[in-house]
């Protein structure tokens, strides 16, 4: 079975604060991807990575980085949390097709 | 408009019942439809993908996929509370690793 696991379940945080979150996949997959989910917004994709050092911007990539320095490991970074980066963070990897989720970080930046 | 377009519910069915989930998108290119259920304070688990026109059967899981009308379907045959969750529609546009993810459509199933 293929396992995705995050550093953190939860995770509080002050403003200003550098945040990191891991994710690490087992499947030797290309693609790992960070979304954040909130109430009634759905999930929307932040970064993705296809391969090691490469990434693209998603749909909302503004005050957050990534790193994806081995295969199996993609960071995100938040650089200087806010209040409004407060979320569920869920990383995912995929080979071709299906996306196989972590179980997520709740942040809540204080 | 929204890219990949679900009903939010909820959607109450009572047990055993089919419960019928759709979801609408808007790129005439896409490629690859997926469904995800996902519980409260869990992360999204795959229910099944559908590439092909048509209908696609997995156990008590049905997904149908209709290109022409740009919607694909999730049916769930003899449901039970066990099936109640946010139920998630994903699409990848073509030319493109990119996931699009419905909204979701919340399902209650009544024992």
């Known amino acids: 079975d293929v396992k995705v696991t995050q550093s953190s379940r939860y995770l509080v945080k002050r403003t200003g604060e550098k945040v990191f979150l891991e994710c690490v996949q087992d499947?030797?997959?290309?693609?790992m991807f960070w979304y954040r989910q909130d109430p009634g917004l759905g999930l929307r994709l932040i970064y993705f990575?296809?391969?090691?050092?490469?990434?693209e911007k998603g749909d909302i990539p503004e005050g957050y980085s990534v790193s994806r320095e081995k295969k199996e490991r993609f960071s995100l970074i938040l650089e200087s949390a806010s209040t409004n980066q407060t979320s569920m963070y869920l990383c995912?990897?995929?080979?071709?097709?299906?996306?196989?989720f972590g179980p997520g970080t709740r942040l809540t930046v204080l | 408009q929204k890219e990949v377009e679900q009903n939010s519910g909820p959607l109450s069915v009572p047990e055993g019942a089919i419960a019928s989930l759709n979801c609408t998108y808007s790129d005439r290119g896409s490629q690859s439809f997926f469904w995800y259920r996902q519980y409260s304070g869990k992360s999204p688990e795959l229910i099944m993908f559908i590439y092909s026109n048509g209908d696609k059967e997995d156990g008590r899981f049905t997904a149908q996929l209709n290109k022409a009308s740009q919607y694909v379907s999730l049916l769930i045959r003899d449901s039970q509370p066990s099936d109640s969750a946010t139920y998630l529609c994903a699409v990848t546009p073509g030319g493109t690793y990119k996931y699009i993810f419905g909204t979701g459509t919340r399902l209650k199933v009544l024992a």
């Open positions: 990575s296809y391969d090691v050092k490469m990434k």
């Open positions: 995912a990897s995929s080979l071709r097709g299906e996306q196989f």
């Open positions: 499947m030797d997959h290309e693609n």
